[in-house]
């Protein structure tokens, strides 16, 4: 499974504009990481988007591809440039201008998880952070962008949808109450990464499934969306953030007893989302 950079589930028959991915959910953890760092194997998944793929996993049923990824996060960071190398972590490194992720640890080869803790002992070489990128990084993007480039060949439009999930404490305190606590948020980089109407298709359709939605805030999408994101282009990115506590126990890393439901309410998201455009190709076709 280590030299496998993803995993494409096709659908029976491609009748959606929409791709959805799912790049932190990866959870192969190669014995050579496991041997280097310097946490236990649950604080490694810490910043894992655990479960994600499965949870979005119908939507292969609704004429859209998922393309999901292998390696996990700790080891290789699919949302973000191949060049935002942290000199504190990869020697060679060349720190060009002040970037914040970078900064922070969160670069393409991470050097923290969640909570800012370490994950190795000492620093990576150049060769072996170019490795990852070379077998992971870029031939996942490589099928994006061919994935991207089939809708919008096929049905004039292309919609990717970036699925992740945040801590719960990461929306624990916005709004002033349970009921104004979103349960998803929605980063289209404020309008730059897709139109307006797509997003409001994408938030009703959350909406008409129970669920409470904020847009950009606390995310508001990263190098997926700001790097495929072309509206003017007809190629829309929307970054798709779940609540964790809805779905899974964060501490133990398992589902919880809601897994079941929430994936079928996901379910009826999904077939909403993948029916975006098919008004549009409708009326063409009469």
Not at 38 to 63: C, K, P, Y
Request: glycine share 6%; charged share 20%; proline share 5%.
């Amino acid at each position: 499974m280590q030299n496998i950079p993803y995993v494409l589930d096709m659908p029976t028959s491609r009748t959606s504009c929409v791709v959805f991915s799912s790049p932190h959910s990866g959870r192969n953890y190669p014995q050579a990481l496991l041997k280097r760092t310097v946490l236990n194997e649950s604080m490694i998944r810490s910043s894992e988007d655990a479960f994600v793929d499965q949870l979005f996993s119908a939507a292969t049923l609704f004429g859209a591809p998922m393309i999901s990824a292998v390696m996990p996060r700790a080891y290789l960071d699919l949302n973000r440039n191949a060049d935002e190398l942290d000199p504190a972590l990869i020697q060679g490194a060349r720190r060009s201008g002040h970037n914040p992720r970078v900064a922070s640890g969160l670069g393409v080869i991470p050097r923290v998880v969640a909570n800012g803790r370490a994950i190795y002992r000492g620093k990576l070489t150049m060769d072996e952070a170019r490795l990852r990128i070379d077998t992971c990084w870029r031939p996942y993007h490589a099928r994006v962008k061919s994935l991207l480039k089939e809708s919008h060949d096929a049905f004039g439009q292309a919609i990717l949808v970036d699925c992740h999930s945040m801590p719960h404490e990461a929306v624990a305190m916005v709004g002033s109450s349970k009921t104004s606590r979103p349960d998803v948020v929605l980063g289209d980089r404020f309008g730059a990464s897709a139109s307006a109407e797509v997003v409001d298709r994408i938030e009703a359709a959350c909406v008409a499934a129970g669920l409470n939605v904020a847009r950009n805030a606390p995310f508001a999408g990263a190098y997926v969306t700001q790097t495929y994101g072309r509206p003017a282009r007809h190629q829309h990115a929307v970054q798709i953030e779940v609540d964790r506590a809805l779905y899974m126990d964060e501490v133990k890393i398992e589902p919880n007893e809601n897994f079941a439901a929430f994936q079928e309410t996901l379910r009826d998201i999904i077939r909403d989302i993948a029916s975006i455009g098919n008004e549009s190709l409708r009326l063409a076709a009469e």
